[in-house]
């Protein structure tokens, strides 16, 4: 993957916060920043409302899970499990409304940008193997 690909994913995931921000700043860093500790007055603006509830999450693939557990983590949101449950189960403690306005929906459409990306990088890599002997010969194999 070379620099300007991974600019413009960096790039759609800022967008994505901002505007799950309601922010009316574009772009930048700072902007991006600054919606996040928006998002973080939201949340305790809700938990003076709110009760707190523990939500689990079942995530489909590691990818899916050290996304959401790092976007858990931006909003200052600690990510747990209990012993025996499965490694792509992720629990947290947030207000219903945070997690169905916000947390969720964010999650899902940062979660679709990086899967389409992943998707390309895979359709890529898949496609230069096949012009490559040593390599069409193992995926064959399968």
Same mark, same amino acid.
């Given at each position: 993957?070379?620099?300007?690909?991974?600019?413009?994913?960096?790039?759609?995931?800022?967008?994505? %916060?901002?505007?799950?921000?309601?922010?009316?700043?574009?772009?930048?860093?700072?902007?991006?920043?600054?919606?996040?500790?928006?998002?973080?007055?939201?949340?305790?603006?809700? %938990?003076?409302?709110?009760?707190?509830?523990?939500?689990?999450?079942?995530?489909?693939?590691?990818?899916?899970?050290?996304?959401?557990?790092?976007?858990?983590?931006?909003?200052?949101?600690?990510?747990?499990?209990?012993?025996?449950?499965?490694?792509?189960?992720?629990?947290?403690?947030?207000?219903?409304?945070?997690?169905?306005?916000?947390?969720?929906?964010?999650?899902? %459409?940062?979660?679709?940008?990086?899967?389409?990306?992943?998707?390309?990088?895979?359709?890529?890599?898949?496609?230069?193997?096949?012009?490559?002997?040593?390599?069409?010969?193992?995926?064959?194999?399968?």
């Amino acid at each position: 993957m070379n620099t300007n690909d991974e600019s413009r994913l960096i790039e759609k995931l800022r967008k994505i %916060e901002l505007l799950f921000a309601r922010s009316p700043f574009s772009g930048e860093q700072a902007a991006a920043e600054t919606a996040a500790d928006r998002i973080r007055q939201r949340i305790r603006q809700l %938990e003076k409302v709110e009760r707190t509830t523990e939500f689990r999450f079942s995530l489909p693939d590691a990818w899916s899970k050290a996304l959401f557990i790092a976007l858990l983590r931006r909003y200052n949101l600690a990510p747990y499990r209990y012993r025996g449950q499965r490694r792509t189960t992720v629990m947290a403690k947030a207000t219903p409304s945070f997690v169905n306005e916000v947390l969720w929906p964010e999650f899902q %459409e940062l979660n679709a940008t990086l899967r389409a990306h992943l998707d390309s990088v895979t359709s890529n890599i898949i496609k230069q193997a096949e012009v490559l002997p040593i390599l069409r010969t193992e995926f064959r194999a399968f």
